[in-house]
Nanobody, 112 residues
């Protein structure tokens, strides 16, 4: 059974950093491109970043370009989202996705 589990969220001050992890099971990670999405309170879910199956291509939403970095370690079946220079508007539940499969999400709160 395909499963994705996010972790690494928490409370951080503006300007701080967090690294989110998405561990996948039930399939080999290099079978799929992986995306990170987020949903802020009262807003629709939006795409943040994605990475190709081999990790040689990445994309970012304009709002996070230059601050977030997506990477993957296929040997560990894990995709990461390094988030730097965090802003209050980055506050959201962050999800990873592979095809039609979603994780349960991890909450990131950016506040002083």
């Amino acid at each position: 059974q395909l499963q994705l589990v996010e972790s690494g969220g928490g409370l951080v001050q503006p300007g701080g950093s967090l690294r989110l992890s998405c561990v996948v099971s039930g399939f080999t990670l290099d079978s799929y491109a992986i995306g990170w999405f987020r949903q802020a309170p009262g807003k629709e879910r939006e795409g943040v970043s994605c990475i190709s199956r081999r990790g040689d291509s990445t994309k970012y939403a304009d709002s996070v370009k230059g601050r977030f970095t997506i990477s993957r370690d296929n040997a560990k079946n894990t995709v990461y989202l390094q988030m730097n220079s965090l802003k209050p508007e980055d506050t959201a539940v962050y999800y990873c996705r592979a095809e039609a499969f979603w994780g349960q999400g991890t909450l990131v709160t950016v506040s002083s």
